[in-house]
């Protein structure tokens, strides 16, 4: 469920130190129905391709094990990579923006 009250500063800071233990990256996310790579998607760990740094994440359905091109599940893999360099961008954009209020309205 989304929450509709202001990320306090204790949230925040936590969602970076979450971003801060996970591994550097940057992620890509290699889907088997776009790149046709003889498997299963993953995401890359690491910037170096003949480094063995991967992720495989499979979608039950109905009971059974979703093997090979997924819509759905490349999608949530694309997501999974992207939040690996998203996340730090959003983080700073926050604190800048919440900078820029402060000098504006400094008596908040």
Same mark, same amino acid.
């Given at each position: 469920?989304?929450?509709?009250? %202001?990320?306090?500063?204790?949230?925040?800071?936590?969602?970076? =130190?979450?971003?801060? +233990?996970? $591994?550097?990256? %940057?992620?890509?996310?290699? /889907?088997?129905?776009?790149?046709?790579?003889?498997?299963? $998607?993953?995401?890359?760990?690491?910037?170096d391709?003949?480094?063995?740094?991967?992720i495989?994440?499979? =979608?039950?359905?109905?009971?059974?094990?979703?093997?090979g091109?997924?819509?759905?599940?490349?999608?949530?893999?694309?997501?999974?990579?992207?939040?690996?360099?998203? /996340? %730090? =961008?959003?983080?700073?954009?926050?604190?800048?923006?919440?900078?820029?209020?402060?000098? +504006?309205?400094?008596?908040?």
């Amino acid at each position: 469920m989304e929450s509709v009250e %202001p990320l306090s500063k204790e949230e925040l800071s936590a969602i970076e =130190r979450r971003v801060a +233990a996970a $591994s550097p990256g %940057p992620w890509v996310g290699w /889907m088997e129905s776009r790149h046709g790579i003889g498997g299963t $998607s993953f995401i890359q760990l690491s910037a170096d391709a003949d480094e063995d740094d991967e992720i495989y994440l499979t =979608r039950v359905t109905g009971g059974r094990e979703v093997i090979g091109a997924d819509a759905q599940t490349d999608a949530d893999i694309e997501f999974i990579a992207g939040a690996r360099q998203d /996340m %730090p =961008r959003l983080i700073n954009e926050i604190r800048r923006l919440r900078a820029a209020l402060k000098r +504006a309205h400094p008596a908040d």
